[in-house]
T-cell receptor, first 114, second 110 residues
Framework: DAGVTQSPTHLIKTRGQQVTLRCSPK?????VSWYQQALGQGPQFIFQ???????QRGNFPDRFSGHQFPNYSSELNVNALLLGDSALYLC?????????????FGPGTRLTVT | GQNIDQPTEMTATEGAIVQINCTYQ??????LFWYQQHAGEAPTFLSY????GLEEKGRFSSFLSRSKGYSYLLLKELQMKDSASYLC???????????FGAGTQVVVTP
């Protein structure tokens, strides 16, 4: 049973560029959440997708956008990259609705903006 | 606003017990999760409290007091592999939106 997978593992971009990160949820899961984790900090909620729609959004600008596909996989897009966007981007999947809110995290994508 | 406080770092010796406290203030609350994160890796689920009281899971136990906005994670019989960051994460709604603390770095020494 494959867990949550993310690609790429590492990415280096230049300020002003655009980036797309990808996530495949754990088998059987239908909800994908994205988090940004800066060094030494806890993950910060970006947004959550369910049934191909953005259900919730954290305090992130519109430069951050996403998509969920019919197979439940998801993409995170960041436009006009800033140096401050350098972070570990984590994808977490879960099954909604349910009594168990446990989220399974992928290994993350380390984004460096220079 | 929303606020989660946990100590930055704690050090303990192998075989000892460590208690990581977390106080939280969130606009919504549906339970309290604890995650373990080793350096460079993804967070992994440790425990979940939705009602007040103690939940025990092997060497790990977690306690919740909703009225006080307080939780703790107890790590017993510490092992070197327990050296990691421990994240306190209130679940702020029924959709599964978490608010994470900055994490407590636990250092286990021989």
């Amino acid at each position: 049973d494959a867990g949550v997978t993310q690609s790429p593992t590492h990415l280096i971009k230049t300020r002003g560029q655009q980036v797309t990160l990808r996530c495949s949820p754990k088998s059987g899961h239908d909800t994908v959440s994205w988090y940004q984790q800066a060094l030494g900090q806890g993950p910060q909620f970006i947004f959550q997708y369910y049934e191909e729609e953005e259900r919730q959004r954290g305090n992130f600008p519109d430069r951050f956008s996403g998509h969920q596909f019919p197979n439940y996989s998801s993409e995170l897009n960041v436009n006009a990259l800033l140096l401050g966007d350098s972070a570990l981007y984590l994808c977490a999947s879960s099954l909604f609705p349910g009594l168990n809110y446990e989220q399974y995290f992928g290994p993350g994508t380390r984004l460096t903006v220079t | 606003g929303q606020n989660i406080d946990q100590p930055t770092e704690m050090t303990a010796t192998e075989g000892a017990i460590v208690q990581i406290n977390c106080t939280y203030q969130t606009s919504g609350f549906n339970g309290l999760f604890w995650y373990q994160q080793h350096a460079g890796e993804a967070p992994t689920f440790l425990s979940y409290n939705v009602l007040d009281g103690l939940e025990e899971k092997g060497r790990f136990s977690s306690f919740l007091s909703r009225s006080k906005g307080y939780s703790y994670l107890l790590l017993k019989e510490l092992q070197m592999k327990d050296s990691a960051s421990y994240l306190c994460a209130p679940l702020t709604d029924s959709w599964g939106k978490f608010q994470f603390g900055a994490g407590t770095q636990v250092v286990v020494t021989p």
